[in-house]
Nanobody, 123 residues
């Protein structure tokens, strides 16, 4: 059994930065693809970024490219989402996801989801 717990969300002004963390517990996640999604009110869940098990292959959505970075630390069973130059349209609940199949993870069908953390960008 694996659980994922996100942290680091909050309220930030436009142009500000936040770093989200997702810590896994239970079995090792070192062979899992891990990803971040977000969901704004009234919209579907959007893939923001994903990283393979070693962290040497990452994918970032065009909507946040150049502003967001995904990374992982397998020793800590943690994946991070560094968010810079935040905009009001980045406001959403951010979810962490993990799965053995990268193809399933990136289409929103991972083995496990975190509970989500709210990010609000507002002046």
């Amino acid at each position: 059994q694996v659980t994922l717990v996100e942290s680091g969300g909050g309220v930030v002004q436009p142009g500000g930065s936040l770093r989200l963390s997702c810590e896994g517990s239970g079995r090792t996640l070192s062979r899992n693809t891990m990803a971040w999604f977000r969901q704004a009110p009234g919209t579907g869940r959007e893939l923001i970024g994903a990283t393979n098990w070693s962290g040497d292959s990452t994918k970032i959505a065009d909507s946040v490219k150049g502003r967001f970075t995904i990374s992982r630390d397998n020793a800590r069973k943690t994946v991070y989402l560094e968010m810079n130059s935040l905009k009001p349209e980045d406001t959403a609940v951010y979810y962490c996801a993990a799965g053995v199949s990268s193809k399933m993870v990136v289409i929103g069908r991972p083995d496990v989801w975190g509970q989500g953390t709210q990010v609000t960008v507002s002046s």
